[in-house]
């Protein structure tokens, strides 16, 4: 059973900085796309960013030049590193996996994925 556990959220001032990490286990998968996604107040949630098996990135608009997405495999685990902070930034932090067959796109829609974690608050202020 593929377990995922996010920590490294927080709260801090605007153009701050901050590094999440999710903790994989149970994980056997070969080909896979993982993914951060966040969910502010009173909000839908969002795919921020994507990665497959191969280390290809994708990210959205608002957050290109300012985040990045990486994964150690042999430590299972995704980081998400966030710099320049802004408000709009806000929400609750979640990871998610989504098994493949092959890789070469992008998934950035929540019932694209098959596994979550818990989520981790962060909160940004001005």
């Known amino acids: 059973q593929v377990q995922l556990v996010e920590s490294g959220g927080g709260s801090v001032q605007s153009g701050g900085s901050l590094t999440l990490s999710c903790v994989a286990s149970?994980?056997?998968?070969?080909?896979?796309?993982m993914a951060w996604f966040r969910q502010a107040p009173g909000k839908q949630r969002e795919g921020v960013a994507c990665?497959?098996?191969?280390?290809?990135?994708t990210y959205i608009d608002s957050v290109k030049g300012r985040f990045t997405i990486s994964h150690d495999n042999a430590k299972n685990t995704l980081y998400f590193r966030m710099n320049d902070l802004k408000p709009d930034d806000t929400g609750i932090y979640y990871c998610?996996?989504?098994?493949?067959?092959?890789?070469?796109?992008?998934?950035?829609?929540?019932?694209?994925?098959?596994?979550w974690g818990q989520g981790t608050q962060v909160t940004v202020s001005s």
């Open positions: 149970g994980f056997t998968f070969s080909k896979y796309y």
């Open positions: 998610a996996v989504r098994p493949a067959d092959y890789v070469g796109g992008y998934y950035f829609l929540p019932y694209e994925y098959n596994y």
């Open positions: 990665i497959d098996s191969e280390h290809s990135a």
